[in-house]
C-alpha cells in the first residue's frame, strides 16, 4: 500500500496545490465579504449552507450505531471546533490573510503536544525542539514588544489551539466509525453548536452575502476532498512542505487584492512553523508509525 502511495508524489503534490488554491479562496472570500455579518453568523451560515453536501453521507451515517459515549465525543468535538471557526472568522476581518494563514500553521504542532498529554504518544528530544522552532516561528510573527498585538492575532493564536483539539477527538472517533460519520457528524454538531451564537448577533444577509458564504462551503468542502486525493497518491511526508505554497499566495493576494502590507517577518516565522510540522511528520513516516500529527489543510475550516 506505502509503496503504491509513493509511487504517485507528483499527483499528491497536484492534489495538495488544489487544496492550497481552495483553501486560499475560502480566506479570500470571507476577508471580501467583510464585518457587516457578525462572525458568528458568518460561521453558522458557512456550515449551514453547506450541509447540502452531506447528502452522499446520509446512507452510512443512518447505518451506523452510536453509542452514547461515541455521541458525546462528538458533540465536544462540534462545541469545540464551533469555537474555533467562530475565533477564525473574527480573525479573519481583523488582521492580514498572510498572518491568518501563518500563524494557523501552529494547529499541527499543537496536535504534536496534545497527543503527547492525552493520548500518551512519547514526546523525543526531536520532537521537543521542533515545537521549539515552531514557537519561535509564531514569535517572530507576533514579534511583541515591537508591534502591536491586536484582537485578531490572540484570536488565532487560541482558534489554532481549539482546532488542534479538534483534531485530537477526530483521531479518537475515526478508530470507531468511517470518515464519512465523523465528516458528517462534525458539520451536523457546530450547526447546533453556532446556532445560539448566530442568534444572539443575527443581522439579516443579503442573497450576495449569502452566496458569498455558499461559496465559502463550497470551497472549503473541496478543499477537504482534493486534500483526500492528495493522501490517496502520496504520504503526508511528500504534500506537506507543499503546503507553504499557501502563505505566499495568501501574502500575494492580501498584497494585490486587499493592499495588505508584505511582512517578511510573517513569512519567515511562517516558514519556520512548516518546517518543523513537516520535520515531525517525516519523522513519523521514518519511525513507520501511525501519524499522529496531522496535515496542515486538515486544520482547516
Same mark, same amino acid.
Given at each position: ?6 509511487a504517485?508524489? =507528483?499527483?499528491? !503534490? ?6 492550497g %488554491?481552495?483553501?486560499?479562496? %475560502?480566506?479570500?472570500?470571507v476577508?471580501y465579504?467583510?464585518p457587516?455579518?457578525?462572525p ?13 453536501f452531506?447528502?452522499? =453521507? ?5 447505518r451506523? @450505531?452510536i453509542?452514547? @459515549? ?10 469545540l $471546533?464551533? #469555537?474555533?471557526? =467562530? /475565533? ?9 490573510l ?5 500563524i494557523?500553521?501552529l494547529a499541527p504542532?499543537? %496536535?504534536?503536544?496534545g497527543?503527547a498529554i492525552?493520548?500518551?504518544? @512519547?514526546l523525543?528530544?526531536?520532537? #521537543? /525542539? ?5 514557537? !519561535?516561528?509564531?514569535? !517572530? ?8 498585538i491586536?484582537p485578531? $492575532?490572540?484570536? =488565532? ?24 460519520v ?5 458539520? !451536523?454538531?457546530? &450547526?447546533?453548536a453556532?446556532?445560539p ?6 443581522? &439579516?444577509?443579503?442573497?450576495a452575502?449569502?452566496?458569498? /458564504?455558499?461559496?465559502v ?6 478543499? $477537504? ?9 502520496a504520504?503526508v ?16 493576494l ?8 508584505v511582512?517578511?517577518?510573517?513569512v519567515?516565522?511562517?516558514?519556520? #512553523?512548516?518546517a518543523? %510540522? &513537516?520535520?515531525?511528520t517525516?519523522r513519523?513516516?521514518m519511525?513507520?508509525?501511525g501519524p #499522529? &500529527?496531522p496535515p ?5 475550516v
Amino acid at each position: 500500500m506505502e509503496s503504491a502511495r509513493t509511487a504517485r508524489p =507528483m499527483v499528491g !503534490i497536484f492534489w495538495m496545490l488544489v487544496t492550497g %488554491v481552495c483553501f486560499v479562496a %475560502v480566506t479570500a472570500i470571507v476577508k471580501y465579504l467583510g464585518p457587516r455579518i457578525p462572525p458568528a453568523e458568518q460561521a453558522f451560515l458557512r456550515y449551514a449552507l453547506g450541509l447540502v453536501f452531506l447528502i452522499p =453521507m446520509l446512507r452510512p451515517m443512518l447505518r451506523t @450505531r452510536i453509542s452514547g @459515549r461515541l455521541l458525546a465525543l462528538f458533540g465536544a468535538r462540534g462545541v469545540l $471546533h464551533a #469555537i474555533g471557526v =467562530m /475565533l477564525w472568522f473574527f480573525a479573519m476581518t481583523r488582521i492580514p490573510l498572510a498572518e491568518v494563514t501563518a500563524i494557523n500553521y501552529l494547529a499541527p504542532v499543537y %496536535v504534536t503536544l496534545g497527543a503527547a498529554i492525552f493520548l500518551g504518544e @512519547r514526546l523525543a528530544l526531536r520532537r #521537543i /525542539l521542533a515545537v521549539v522552532v515552531a514557537l !519561535i516561528g509564531a514569535a !517572530i510573527i507576533l514579534r511583541p514588544g515591537f508591534r502591536e498585538i491586536l484582537p485578531g $492575532h490572540l484570536a =488565532m493564536l487560541l482558534a489554532a489551539v481549539v482546532f488542534g483539539g479538534s483534531y485530537l477527538l477526530a483521531k479518537v472517533t475515526a478508530d470507531r466509525v468511517n470518515a464519512a460519520v465523523v465528516v458528517g457528524m462534525l458539520s !451536523i454538531w457546530v &450547526t447546533l453548536a453556532l446556532a445560539p451564537f448566530a442568534a444572539a448577533v443575527w443581522v &439579516t444577509p443579503t442573497l450576495a452575502e449569502l452566496g458569498i /458564504l455558499f461559496g465559502v462551503a463550497c470551497f472549503a468542502t473541496a478543499g $477537504h476532498y482534493t486534500m483526500t486525493l492528495a493522501f490517496a497518491a502520496a504520504p503526508v511526508a511528500v504534500t506537506q512542505p507543499v503546503t507553504f505554497l499557501q502563505l505566499v499566495w495568501a501574502t500575494a493576494l492580501g498584497a494585490l487584492v486587499f493592499a495588505e502590507p508584505v511582512d517578511i517577518w510573517v513569512v519567515l516565522g511562517g516558514g519556520l #512553523i512548516l518546517a518543523s %510540522v &513537516t520535520f515531525i511528520t517525516w519523522r513519523e513516516a521514518m519511525l513507520n508509525r501511525g501519524p #499522529i &500529527t496531522p496535515p496542515t489543510p486538515a486544520t482547516k475550516v
